[in-house]
């Protein structure tokens, strides 16, 4: 596997960038990181008996090749020694993580391992017991699904990575850095992490142009940040990765884990260009480096991915666009109706938003016929000509919820209909007859149920009614805990529907 590694050159450091002795310095420093991988006293590990001799591990793990006994005297054997058995371990430990949570992204973690432990052991300046530590060195992981590489190489506790992706876990199933200390940028969408790292370069850059002294050098720091072929892809990371050349950012190292695989497979599918010829040509000085790590079979398990993966102002973004369909089909029949308006319409174009998640083939009631207004009746149990206590109306996976709700409701005795709401702008384009027929200005008793910004909603709700939406970023965890945690249950949108009915 090829890595290339972009060093922006310019050998020229800006004018105070040199560390300058100075007695008042110190208290800037951080401890150097002693050792990554911390030992946990407080589990006793089932090999405890088995331990053996540090010398007899050595042996093990490198061979008879070198004679161990004096391994005491020779320091950089020693070190060399210590950082291969450490690599194995971080490798050890992505793979018992992965392993145990069922879910997470390997293959990248697995395949920079060497790399993410060079850089935090021998290359950053970065203590895990201080990580906010102002002057530190700043790393980004631009590939944020390799999140493991980075959670194992920040402080941790072993107890931490048994709850990888877990709803409320310090491990989420990216790198977020509001939930872990150490992470300084939350990373997910490809190529946005390039960005952010260009951003604290040039902060860097400004802030020691603007306070460093030649007696007094505050900030004089690094950013290092890991892409992937997807970051590569994305014409954000080209963007900034130009903007950082022309500003001429030397602080900045940028690792590409050229690992020639995505989740689609092979790049080759989509993907030939030559990446160091590009940055070459944007400015930047790119070295090539042969990682002997074989490159790791990909295993991906997808996973619930967490905030950056769950783009709840998406969709409101989408339909305040002029003109554009945007379709949130419940199913296969309302996939198909979609498809067929977004292909037969030549005026404006379509989005048609899907979900991820397993979702029945088909629901009762829904139709494709209906997606082409927009919005339809899918079930209602108040008889003929009878208007429903309550309406709620979903789009999307939500629709199922609305079904499962309504039952429950119809079993306690009440008229509920189920609207699906599948294209705002094609429902709101009907006649003022049609849109009293579904959502009759009478029954003012209403919950739209959405994953996703309450932004847009009342309109379909009313004054009376209850918009039940995410207004927070999401979370990381399995997506029914994620679910739960924001409410997304027949038994909350049962109770928003009592609460509203037992109100006259
Ligand atoms: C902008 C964006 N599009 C799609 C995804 C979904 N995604 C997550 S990982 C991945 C493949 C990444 O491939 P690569 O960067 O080569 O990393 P590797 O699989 O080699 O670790 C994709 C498409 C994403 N995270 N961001
Ligand atoms: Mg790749």
């Not at 109306?393 to 939500?398: F, K, L, N, Q, V």
């Not at 309504?406 to 509920?416: H, P």
Request: net charge negative; glycine share 8%; with cysteine.
């Amino acid at each position: 596997m090829a890595i290339t590694s972009l060093l922006f050159h310019s050998p020229k450091p800006f004018q105070h960038s040199k560390p300058i002795h100075n007695p008042n310095r110190k208290s800037f420093l951080a401890k150097p990181p002693t050792c990554i991988l911390k030992p946990n006293n407080k589990t006793s590990s089932p090999c405890e008996d088995h331990k053996l001799q540090w010398k007899e591990e050595l042996k093990i793990a490198h061979g008879s090749d070198r004679n161990l006994e004096n391994i005491d005297k020779d320091d950089a054997f020693f070190q060399e020694c210590i950082d291969r058995r450490a690599v194995d371990n971080v490798r050890m430990l992505i793979v018992d993580a992965v392993q145990n949570a069922k879910t997470g992204h390997p293959g990248m973690a697995l395949g920079m391992a060497e790399v993410g432990y060079h850089l935090y052991r021998h290359v950053m300046r970065y203590n895990p017991k201080n990580p906010k530590w102002f002057n530190r060195d700043r790393f980004v992981l631009s590939a944020g699904h390799g999140c493991l590489l980075q959670m194992i190489s920040v402080e941790f506790d072993i107890e931490d990575l048994k709850q990888l992706c877990k709803l409320g876990s310090r491990t989420p199933g990216h790198p977020e850095n509001t939930i872990t200390d150490g992470i300084e940028v939350t990373t997910g969408p490809l190529g946005q992490g390039v960005a952010n790292a260009v951003g604290l370069a040039l902060a860097e850059a400004h802030l020691s142009a603007r306070f460093n002294k030649p007696d007094a050098v505050v900030v004089d720091h690094r950013t290092f940040c890991i892409m992937g072929d997807g970051c590569a892809m994305e014409g954000i990371s080209n963007e900034a990765a130009s903007l950082a050349a022309h500003w001429k950012l030397n602080k900045l190292v940028v690792i590409y884990d050229d690992n020639k695989n995505t989740i689609d497979g092979a790049t080759t599918l989509a993907f030939s260009e030559d990446v160091s010829a590009r940055f070459k040509a944007l400015g930047w000085n790119t070295i090539n480096v042969e990682n002997e790590t074989s490159n790791p079979a990909l295993s991906p398990l997808p996973g619930e991915d967490g905030p950056t993966h769950q783009p709840v102002e998406h969709l409101c973004g989408l339909r305040a666009i002029p003109r554009m369909l945007v379709f949130r089909p419940a199913d296969g029949n309302e996939t198909a109706g979609a498809y067929r308006v977004a292909i037969r319409n030549r005026e404006a174009p379509s989005v048609i938003a899907l979900s991820r998640q397993k979702v029945l083939a088909n629901l009762e009631g829904t139709s494709s016929d209906g997606v082409e207004a927009g919005g339809y009746i899918v079930s209602d149990n108040s008889g003929d000509g009878g208007l429903p206590e309550i309406i709620l109306i979903g789009t999307g996976s939500e629709l199922c919820l609305c079904e499962a709700s309504a039952e429950e409701l119809r079993n306690e005795g009440r008229g509920v209909r189920v609207v699906s709401l599948v294209c705002w702008r094609l429902f709101d384009a009907q006649s003022k007859e049609y849109k009293e027929y579904v959502l009759p200005r009478n029954v003012r008793k209403r919950v739209s149920v959405e994953a996703g910004s309450p932004v847009g909603w009342r309109e379909y709700v009313g004054e009376d009614g209850v918009v039940h939406g995410v207004d927070s970023f999401g979370a990381s965890g399995a997506y029914l805990d994620v679910f739960k945690k924001f409410g997304y249950t027949v038994e909350t949108v049962v109770k928003i529907a009592r609460s509203l009915l037992q109100c006259e």
